[in-house]
């Protein structure tokens, strides 16, 4: 299967620590990379590779990986943090890219 | 500064046609894999074709081959998507998108430019 599943929504109290996963038998071959997006904006890259951080992301945004999930953590979530998430990584084929559902995090 | 310009979309009717271009500039455009997702309204993101730098290798989603064709212009750094037959489903933001080959991901993406489907 190419799927990649996320769970629809999260939230995390200003200062606290969210998960936020991915499940997906491609992630067993490939790392997933994490993209931010807010209302009316393209999405923004914040983690890709092993645990790799795009200039300017800030370092309380991590990624991890474990069998077919991948996970991105936001450590001392911030309320610019609020939007949407995406997961991302490669097809079985390894030729075609392929998006997780998405989690919206709410920063209460 | 990496920056990707769409361009083309608008309001079409069922089964008509529609091509997108993107303006890249910032980056050597010819080195680089270039992508198309697209985004539904109130939706998630789906990828839709992927050319690499020299047009060799060429991807589509299920969803859209046949349909859609991409293709590049290294000389004048855009990026096309030749959109035929289209659907009320193909309605969505389209976005333009750079990949990194260091990174092995898409790393930059344009603005969008919105497709409308609808007779």
């Known amino acids: 299967s190419s799927e990649l599943t996320q769970d629809p929504a999260v939230s995390v109290a200003l200062g606290q620590t969210v998960r936020i996963t991915c499940q997906g038998d491609s992630l067993r071959s490939y790392y997933a990379s994490w993209y931010q997006q807010k209302p009316g904006q393209a999405p923004v890259l914040v983690i890709y590779g092993k645990n790799n951080r795009p200039s300017g992301i800030p370092d309380r945004f991590s990624g991890s990986s474990s069998g077919n999930t991948a996970s991105l953590t936001i450590t001392g979530a911030q309320a610019e943090d609020e939007a949407d998430y995406y997961c991302?990584?490669?097809?079985?084929?390894?030729?075609?890219?392929?998006f997780g559902t998405g989690t919206k995090v709410t920063v209460l | 500064e990496v920056q990707l310009v769409e361009s083309g979309g608008g309001l079409v009717k069922p089964g008509g046609s529609l091509r997108l271009s993107c303006a890249a500039s910032g980056f050597t455009f010819s080195s680089y894999s270039m992508n198309w997702v697209r985004q539904a309204p109130g939706k998630g993101l789906e990828w839709v074709s992927s050319?690499?730098?020299?047009?060799?290798?060429?991807y589509y989603a299920d969803s859209v081959k046949g349909r859609f064709t991409i293709s590049r212009d290294n000389a004048k750094n855009s990026l096309y998507l030749q959109m035929n037959s289209l659907r009320a489903e193909d309605t969505a933001v389209y976005y333009c998108a750079r990949e990194d080959p260091v990174a092995g991901t898409i790393d930059y993406w344009g603005q969008g430019t919105l497709v409308t489907v609808s007779s």
């Open positions: 991302n990584s490669r097809d079985s084929s390894g030729n075609r890219y392929v």
């Open positions: 050319i690499s730098s020299s047009s060799s290798y060429i």
